[in-house]
C-alpha cells in the first residue's frame, strides 16, 4: 500500500491504475487519481473534532487561496458551507453524526477505524486501500467493521483491496482472495476455493500428526 500511494518508490517493477503508471507520483497526486487509504495504526488527527477530521479531507478538492479564507469571500463562505453539509451527510451515513464535534481521540477504538475509513472516502476515490482496518477489534467491533465495508461497496460503487489477518473480515468482504505465505503468493480465488485450498491450510493451520 505504501508504494501504490507514493509514501515509497519502488526499486524495480511499475504500478498501473486505469493504464496509467502511477509509480512515483507524490501522494497528493495519486489522491486525486481517485485513490485512498487507511493504515494499520490509524493515523486521525487527534486533538481535531470528528467533523473536521472529515472536513479536512474535502479541502484539498477546493482552490480558494489564504485570500479567500482571510477575508471570508463569498466563495469561500459558499464552498464551507458545502463541505460542512456533505461532511455531516457522511457522518450520518455511518452512524458517527452525534460524535461530529467530539476530539477524534476521544473515540472509541472502532470507531476511530471507521473514522478513518469515513475520512478516506471524502476524497472521493475510485479504489481505497484498507490496511488491516480490523486489527486491534475484538469480534463485535469487527462484525460492525464488515457492515461499514459493505455499506462502502454497495452505496458508492467503490473497488475495495484489503490487507487482513482476521479471517472473519477476509471471508465476509471480499470477492476475490489472494493469499501470501512469506512473501510470496500460495493461492488466489473465491472466498469458497480458498477455505478448500490445501496449500492454505497447511500454511495457516499446519498439517496434520
Given amino acids: 500500500f505504501n508504494l501504490i500511494s507514493g509514501l515509497h518508490k519502488p526499486t524495480i517493477g511499475e504500478i498501473y491504475f486505469k493504464d496509467k503508471p502511477i509509480h512515483g507520483e507524490k501522494p497528493y497526486n495519486i489522491t486525486e487519481m481517485g485513490i485512498a487509504r487507511t493504515f494499520q495504526n490509524i493515523r486521525l488527527f487527534s486533538e481535531m473534532t470528528v467533523l473536521e477530521n472529515?472536513?479536512?479531507a474535502y479541502h484539498y478538492r477546493k482552490k480558494y487561496g489564504i485570500f479567500s479564507s482571510f477575508f471570508c469571500t463569498k466563495q469561500f463562505c459558499r464552498h464551507e458551507k458545502e463541505i460542512n453539509d456533505v461532511a455531516y451527510?457522511?457522518?450520518g451515513?455511518?452512524?458517527l453524526q452525534d460524535d461530529a464535534e467530539k476530539?477524534?481521540?476521544s473515540l472509541p477504538y472502532g470507531q476511530q477505524r471507521r473514522l478513518e475509513i469515513v475520512r478516506a472516502l471524502a476524497t472521493e476515490p475510485k479504489l481505497i486501500l484498507l490496511d488491516e482496518p480490523a486489527a486491534g477489534m475484538n469480534p463485535a467491533e469487527a462484525d460492525k467493521l464488515l457492515h461499514t465495508i459493505h455499506d462502502l461497496r454497495d452505496r458508492f460503487n467503490l473497488a475495495i483491496f484489503l490487507i487482513?489477518?482476521?479471517m472473519q473480515v477476509v471471508m465476509g468482504v471480499c470477492e476475490r482472495i489472494k493469499v501470501m505465505d512469506f512473501g510470496e503468493t500460495i493461492a488466489e480465488g473465491?472466498?469458497?476455493?480458498?477455505?478448500?485450498?490445501k496449500r492454505v491450510i497447511e500454511a495457516y493451520l499446519?498439517?496434520?500428526?
Fill in 89 to 91: 451527510n457522511l457522518l
Fill in 164 to 166: 487482513e489477518h482476521q
Fill in 190 to 197: 473465491t472466498p469458497r476455493e480458498i477455505q478448500k485450498d
Fill in 206 to 209: 499446519g498439517e496434520k500428526a
Fill in 103 to 105: 476530539k477524534a481521540g
Fill in 93 to 95: 451515513m455511518f452512524n
Fill in 54 to 56: 472529515i472536513k479536512v
